[in-house]
């Protein structure tokens, strides 16, 4: 079965630095998205990327955050100055039609300290 | 009023026992409707699609009720397997912008 792929599965940061997170969707998929979760909490939608620019954003994807897409596979979250607060678990997710689900990636833990 | 609002849990059940879950949301233009599944620090797994005509795969049955902005899923016959936090989720009008629910919790025991 097709599986979105995300790495590293744990990052560890020093507050202030910058980070990418990496994905690799499916590949006919057309539908990108990043979501967190800080532990014990719901699931936050962070973006979402379709096209080859950003659909939608939450209040929480601030100037501190940016996605790319750099080539035919990898999708990116770049955080530029990490903040204690923005330790969680990253999730990528991808969709081939919006209406029937996404598929989610394994996760990066990200912990900033 | 919160976007997705689900049942706290958790629900303790028995091995075989029939199970619902609740769900409302709060935007009446809200596009798509799902249920998914988390295991414990594991990524959401898509459970089902949810329809009006309400849909059915297996021991899970989901409905959709638009007019009261209320989803619910059934599992039917569980299993020890189907312990898990399940997930309300709604997409806003256009589709791009995901909102979950935060979540119930269910365990089942033998």
């Known amino acids: 079965e097709p599986e979105v792929t995300q790495t590293p599965s744990h990052q560890v940061t020093q507050m202030g630095q910058e980070v990418i997170l990496r994905c690799v969707p499916i590949s006919n998929h057309l539908y990108f998205y990043w979501y967190r979760q800080i532990l014990g909490q719901k699931v936050e939608f962070l973006v979402s990327?379709?096209?080859?620019?950003?659909?939608?954003k939450s209040e929480i994807f601030d100037d501190q955050f940016s996605v790319e897409r750099p080539d035919g596979s990898n999708f990116t979250l770049k955080i530029r100055s990490t903040k204690l607060e923005d330790s969680a678990m990253y999730f990528c997710?991808?969709?081939?039609?919006?209406?029937?689900?996404?598929?989610f990636g394994s996760g990066t833990r990200l912990t900033v300290v | 009023r919160k976007e997705v609002e689900q049942d706290p849990g958790p629900f303790n059940v028995p091995e075989g026992a029939t199970v619902a879950f609740n769900c409302t949301y709060s935007?009446?233009?809200?596009?798509?409707f799902f249920w998914y599944r988390q295991d414990c620090r594991k990524e959401p797994k898509l459970l089902m699609s949810v329809y009006s005509s309400g849909n059915e795969d297996g021991r899970f049955t989901a409905q959709l009720n638009r007019a009261s902005q209320y989803i619910s899923l059934l599992i039917r016959d569980s299993k020890l397997s189907d312990s898990a936090t399940y997930l309300c989720v709604v997409t806003n009008t256009g589709g791009f912008k995901t909102i979950f629910g935060a979540g119930t919790r269910l365990f089942v025991k033998a």
């Open positions: 990327f379709y096209n080859n620019e950003i659909s939608e």
């Open positions: 935007n009446s233009a809200s596009q798509s």
């Open positions: 997710a991808s969709s081939d039609n919006r209406d029937y689900g996404y598929t």
